[in-house]
């Protein structure tokens, strides 16, 4: 992306708005906290020139490609696809355009980063300019919230909200992006491994999720279901099974009685310690002791 001016820096969303309207005269806006949607189902001029704005933005022509210009490279808008503009990218178009039908979805990067968070275990995107096939999900996910918008039924504005996460989670699903690449698959993978192993070097101590979180460079939400889908097990599962392994090797020495391993192994008391063994593995630490021995 290319350096921003100052001065465009310092705009504020309110303006950004403002001047898209004036562009966009007759389309229909339909707006919730820190996203909208606006539906040109005319011709609409569109004057030559560039701007920016603070928000993310994604346009999709409906009846004819359209010449557009990304920080003054010169590129195609693909009739029937979304084309992503990330903050603060200069956008706009060459030259006087009657652009027939258009969609635009725009997004704070607030918003936007939350649903990152939440749902990738990442903090920020950076969206490629290119256009992208539009999902079957897409297209429901629009109509849905164009009909809510419209019907304003009781509780209307619970499903808007809903429909605008589903909505954007998909599009970066559908998109090129810096996170939706086969390197970020391997990061996270790394991730993942170096969180098991130091799950499996904290047999001693108490398990903590968020330290674990951490270790694998994910927010605690995410790395939960992505480890399970790596190893097959929650962390707390592979963290119990590491203990229960340790304790089967220090068991295996003879040096040890089962107190001293319950106590090596982090758990409070050998009682606790030889429950928790035989549902583990279907013997007591004893009887384990006596087959190994």
Not at 86 to 103: C, F, S, Y
Not at 161 to 166: K, T
Not at 225 to 245: D, S, V
Request: aromatic letters at 10%; proline letters at 3%.
């Amino acid at each position: 992306m290319s350096d921003y001016t100052e001065n465009s820096e310092k705009e504020s969303s309110e303006k950004w708005e403002r001047t898209c309207m004036e562009m966009c005269p007759g389309v229909n806006l339909y707006t919730v906290p820190d996203a909208s949607i606006f539906v040109a189902n005319k011709p609409v001029d569109m004057p030559a020139g560039q701007h920016s704005h603070s928000e993310y933005e994604f346009m999709m022509p409906l009846s004819d490609n359209v010449t557009s210009v990304i920080d003054d490279n010169e590129i195609i808008l693909e009739k029937q696809k979304l084309t992503p503009f990330n903050p603060w990218q200069k956008h706009g178009v060459p030259e006087d355009t009657k652009i027939n039908r258009l969609v635009c979805i725009s997004c704070k990067k607030e918003l936007l980063e939350d649903i990152l968070y939440d749902g990738f275990g990442k903090t920020s995107i950076l969206f490629e300019n290119t256009s992208f096939d539009v999902s079957n999900n897409i297209h429901f996910l629009l109509g849905m919230f164009v009909e809510e918008s419209v019907s304003k039924k009781q509780g209307y504005h619970i499903i808007q909200d809903n429909l605008v996460r589903m909505l954007f989670t998909e599009i970066i699903r559908c998109s090129k992006n810096s996170i939706n690449t086969d390197s970020s698959v391997t990061a996270e993978k790394i991730g993942i491994n170096r969180a098991a192993d130091f799950l499996k070097e904290q047999y001693a101590v108490d398990f903590s999720i968020e330290q674990a979180s951490r270790v694998a460079g994910l927010s605690t939400f995410y790395f939960i279901r992505a480890f399970k889908e790596h190893t097959g097990k929650t962390p707390y599962a592979f963290y119990m099974e590491a203990k229960i392994e340790k304790a089967k090797e220090l068991l295996k020495l003879k040096k040890l009685s089962i107190t001293d391993v319950a106590l090596e192994t982090g758990f409070s008391n050998a009682g606790h310690f030889s429950t928790v063994f035989r549902r583990k593995t279907g013997v007591t630490p004893t009887e384990y002791k006596k087959t190994v021995c």
